[in-house]
């Protein structure tokens, strides 16, 4: 995802230069992921990786009888929905957040995914067991974090 942020602005060159010709373009664009070693679709693994869990997740706690209704903060009990939504606004906002850090292309189709995904996941959130939601918002603070860390510039030593 580095890399590929990296290479927004030469992307973004190759756009516009070859905005008539969409074939060429393509040409240019898979020769400079090759040139460059930056394969797109490496950001998908890391989401293909993490959907067995978040499957597992979803079927386990959907129908589960609990012996103890386990609770959390404002939330009575974790099989049921968030009454108060905070757990569905934290999950939009958190998704909105490390989106916007990954967004590498700044396209009008990028700017309504960035919009469109945190208000998916926060109604799935206030529809599915706070359980879901309470994964989503840790997960997206995790990434947020691991995006902070692996963005900054490095400390030159003197």
């Known amino acids: 995802m580095k890399a590929m942020r990296e290479l927004g602005p030469k992307l973004k060159e190759l756009q516009e230069k070859y905005k008539g010709n969409e074939v060429k373009g393509q040409e240019e664009v898979a020769l400079l992921y090759k040139k460059t070693g930056v394969n797109p679709l490496a950001g998908c693994l890391?989401?293909?990786i993490q959907m067995p869990f978040l499957s597992g997740i979803f079927y386990g706690i959907r129908k589960f009888s609990y012996v103890s209704q386990p609770s959390f903060l404002w939330?009575?009990?974790?099989?049921?929905?968030d009454p108060l939504y905070i757990l569905s606004v934290?999950?939009?906002i958190t998704t909105y957040l490390s989106s916007q850090q990954t967004m590498?292309?700044?396209?009008?189709?990028?700017?309504?995914?960035?919009l469109f995904m945190p208000c998916m996941i926060g109604y799935m959130a206030m529809k599915f067991p706070s359980e879901l939601g309470l994964?989503?918002?840790?997960?997206?603070?995790?990434?947020?974090?691991?995006?902070?860390?692996?963005?900054?510039?490095?400390?030159?030593?003197?």
Do not use: F
Not at 104 to 114: A, G, I, R
């Open 46 to 48: 890391p989401l293909l």
């Open 75 to 81: 939330i009575k009990t974790l099989s049921g929905t």
């Open 90 to 92: 934290l999950a939009a």
């Open 104 to 114: 590498t292309d700044s396209s009008q189709e990028n700017k309504t995914m960035l």
């Open 135 to 158: 994964y989503w918002v840790v997960g997206n603070i995790i990434q947020i974090i691991q995006q902070r860390l692996l963005y900054r510039t490095p400390v030159s030593a003197s």
